[in-house]
């Protein structure tokens, strides 16, 4: 029997939705029936992936969030349950980097880095975990309790260090533990939060790149000779989002097509 994912009902907050990845997230929970809040900094794209989702039957509202300032976090996650209701799902998406060796890496590299990568995921992800947390102890008891889904988005340099983005595989490795370290406290008030690794996955934001000297040469090392496509992480995506993973906490899940064996 086929496994479908119907996430009608529940409330999608991503990150970082406005291009790459977190586009690509958005339009799939949308399309499984989550009203999706789409936030970042760029208010104008989020506006035309509202349009686009809703055209297509989906349901969505738009939010402004700096993950870098802890006020726009508060006014983003109030302003997301005014519009949609309770965050069944956060999607925590947002991410940078810089790319250089480490011999090389300023002070300003290192914060722009931690900043968004460490700090701000962290932070989103607390205020999001502590209205779950009030709803949980509002439950007449613990069989009652909503469920929660909070899914990182890390990466296969969280596991493995890769050649000038060292710093950038620092932040990411800083997101696995802090996955960890949420789930083992949060998973008592029905609060599930795991990690997505990806590899290289080909996106409009790096497009160009696989098309010179060096990307053409990092295709060449890959096991397969080939990029990951965002729509590769759809599986793993529902899954984690749905009540199907009730029995997966802690998980630190790489999709890199092998490349961190």
């Keep these: 029997m086929a496994t479908t994912f119907d996430l009608s009902g529940k409330t999608a907050l991503v990150t970082g939705a406005s291009s790459g990845l977190g586009e690509r997230f958005a339009r799939v929970l949308a399309e499984n029936g989550a009203r999706v809040v789409l936030a970042s900094r760029r208010l104008e794209r989020l506006k035309e992936l509202r349009a686009e989702i809703e055209a297509n039957g989906g349901s969505a509202c738009v939010v402004q969030l700096d993950v870098t300032d802890a006020d726009s976090i508060s006014k983003a996650i109030q302003h997301a349950?005014?519009?949609?209701?309770?965050?069944?799902?956060?999607?925590?998406?947002?991410?940078?980097?810089?790319?250089?060796?480490?011999?090389?890496?300023?002070?300003?590299?290192?914060?722009?880095?931690?900043?968004?990568?460490?700090?701000?995921?962290?932070?989103?992800?607390?205020?999001?975990?502590?209205?779950?947390?009030?709803?949980?102890?509002?439950?007449?008891?613990?069989?009652?309790?909503?469920?929660?889904?909070?899914?990182?988005?890390?990466?296969?340099?969280?596991?493995?260090?890769?050649?000038?983005?060292?710093?950038?595989?620092?932040?990411?490795?800083a997101v696995i533990h802090m996955t960890r370290a949420m789930a083992n406290e949060w998973g008592r008030y029905n609060i599930n939060v795991n990690a997505i690794c990806p590899g290289y996955i080909r996106t409009e934001l790096n497009d160009h790149h696989w098309d010179t000297e060096g990307g053409r040469k990092l295709i060449q090392m890959l096991p397969r000779k080939r990029l990951g496509k965002a729509?590769?992480?759809?599986?793993?995506?529902?899954?984690?989002?749905?009540?199907?993973?009730?029995?997966?906490?802690?998980?630190?899940?790489?999709?890199?097509?092998?490349?961190?064996?």
């Design 81 to 173: 349950e005014e519009e949609a209701g309770p965050i069944d799902v956060l999607v925590n998406n947002s991410g940078v980097s810089t790319t250089q060796r480490l011999i090389d890496v300023t002070a300003e590299d290192f914060d722009f880095t931690f900043d968004t990568n460490v700090k701000g995921a962290f932070f989103v992800a607390q205020a999001v975990g502590r209205r779950m947390i009030e709803r949980a102890k509002a439950a007449p008891d613990p069989a009652h309790m909503p469920r929660g889904r909070i899914i990182n988005i890390a990466s296969l340099g969280g596991l493995r260090v890769v050649a000038q983005i060292g710093v950038y595989c620092m932040s990411k490795a």
């Design 231 to 261: 729509e590769d992480l759809d599986g793993i995506l529902l899954l984690l989002s749905s009540d199907q993973s009730d029995f997966v906490n802690a998980a630190i899940i790489s999709a890199d097509d092998g490349f961190g064996a």
